[in-house]
């Protein structure tokens, strides 16, 4: 699965990489790094927390092959 941040809604509250720092990272300036690799398989439960506890919804998921 691929997770896309939306950066123009990004606040840089920071609660995605505080709660799942194996997935998300703070770029230079605190708010979410856009460019998150594929999730693995194993990984996305973690990453829905992310997902979930964004107080933006700055963080949507794609599946593979959309
Ligand atoms: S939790 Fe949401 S608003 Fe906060 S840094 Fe992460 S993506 Fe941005």
């Given at each position: 699965m691929k997770l896309v ?33 594929d ?23 794609a599946?593979?092959?959309?």
């Open positions: 941040v939306n950066t123009e809604v990004c606040s840089g509250h920071g609660r995605c990489y505080s709660l799942v720092p194996e997935i998300f990272e703070p770029d230079d300036n605190g708010y979410c790094d856009p460019n998150i690799a999730v693995p398989p194993e990984l996305e439960a973690r990453a829905m927390i992310g997902v979930n506890n964004c107080p933006e919804d700055a963080i949507s998921v599946k593979d092959g959309d």
